[in-house]
């Protein structure tokens, strides 16, 4: 009788331990070769950060993609078989510092409403993390004098080194890895530094020269501000492709956003208040950058003050890669563009050494690129198309109306991969904004690339929600520039988690009208909104 008993309870328990690792087998997510998914164009980003993945990010799980993975398990020590199953997509996200929906990393799942001189306890940061806590390193070191690299959130070579630099200064064990101990050694010099840097910032004053492009550092400008000044700082941010609003002399919402990303590009303290520092190193970026001050047609000026306009270096030419070692006219324009962009604070020279490697890697990372200090024909083509985009922002058009192409979707998707960017610009209202590309079917899955990007995107659409398309031009990163319509409703998966927008979004392109029938109404009502926009678009020509 017991013995029966003993048995029954021993199969029992038996089916119940089957079910529970069936339950998890099934509510688990598996990627394996031969899949195609989001979440893998989201995968080979996080390999190729650790530089454990060379291919293009397709969303597709090949061969490449396969190896990749295997060489990653091998290294932190899982199951090599391949497959990217829970534990191995925990780990690599982790290892890349990576947030996406449902998955946190240990460097980026602490609250960012810390201070600017705060670290949060329990976070390792490393080589190839990538997070706002990394951006935060880097400001803080920058301030304490040990990096002088761009503020791009990525933990590269340099960051290590400014890392190991800072230990090595203070006692600690220098391998070059910022742990707890090192955090909140950093936060502490940053705190004791911050009394006197506050104050020098903002009562410090500079003669600055009678030229259109100074800025007058003898006060501080923050939001509420109006004056002159503010109408200079906004016209100086505009040059430099940081401000897209118009000039009024009012310090808004607007201009804190242009200046605490001109601070964020430039190693400052990002506050977005305006103090000397911050002003006279606006100043020192349009010197080097050989703008001028750019007058805002939007809006009269009683001003007498004569016009300029900016100038534009000419486009890089994708025919010839620059590498380390390079001389010439077309390095020192590519270092002209990559400091107008905020990835270069070196001298133009025109000589390609590690600082403009250095600029060239930042600027691969932040969009997605390979990341090699190369610039060849895929990099250089980017380079152009952000610059392009940046100096719209003074009144002209991403792309002229006549540069604008029609063509089908199905001929031309494929020249593009998942995870590179490009560039809405909505001709009816001058506003335009970045995405990331997500996937490519009938038309195109994409995100906002930044928090400012939406901003600006639902300025577009009137501050509305809306399915209703917006016809708009689209500019890819090889100049290419075609007529899409768009929405900014967020909706389905979301794989950039600090964008302000919880989902993704699509951009149609033109397709056969009897394909769009096929699919359905709401297919329809875009291709007919492109049709109609490529009316419009012609007249413009």
Known sequence: MYSTASAKIRVLSVLCALLICLFSIASA??????????????????????????????GHFGTKTKESVVKFQKKYKLQADGIVGEDTLTRLYEAAGITTTGIVSATTSTSSSTSSSSSTSGSVLHYGSQSDQVLQLQQNLSALGFYTGSVTGHYGSKTEAAVSAFQKANGLSADGIAGDKTLSKIAAAVSGKSTTSSSSSSSSTQTSSSTSSSSSSSGMLKLGSQSEEVRQLQQNLKALGYYSGSVTGNYGNLTKEAVYDFQRANGLSADGVAGAKTLSAISKKL??????????????????????TTTKVSALSTANALSEGSKGDEVKKLQKILAALGYFNGNQTGNFGTVTKDAVIAFQKSKGLSADGIA?????????????????????????????????????????????????????????????????????????????????????????TTWTPKVVWVTFADGKTYIGSTHDTPHGTQHITTNNFKGHLCVHFPIPMARAEAIGDYAVSHQKAINAGWETTQKMQ
Not at 287 to 308: E, F, I, K, L, R
Not at 379 to 407: D, F, M, P, Q, W
């Open 376 to 464: 060849g024909s895929k990099t250089l083509a980017a380079i152009n198309a952000e610059y392009s985009s940046r100096t719209s922002s003074s009144g002209s058009t991403v792309a002229s109306a006549s540069k604008v192409i029609y063509n089908s979707f199905y001929n031309w998707r494929n020249s593009y991969s998942n995870g590179e960017y490009c560039t809405v610009y909505d001709f009816s209202t001058g506003y335009s904004w970045k995405l990331r590309i997500m996937t490519k079917d009938a038309h195109m899955d994409a995100e906002p690339v930044t928090a400012e990007d939406t901003a600006i995107m639902q300025k577009a659409f009137g501050g509305k």
């Open 287 to 308: 010197s080097n950058s050989g703008a001028s001050v750019v007058a805002d047609t939007s809006t009269t000026s009683s001003s007498s003050s004569s016009t300029t």
């Open 29 to 58: 997510q598996y990627y394996r070769l031969g899949d195609e998914a989001d979440e893998i164009a989201t995968i080979q980003s996080a390999l190729k950060q650790l530089k454990l993945y060379t291919g293009d990010i397709t």
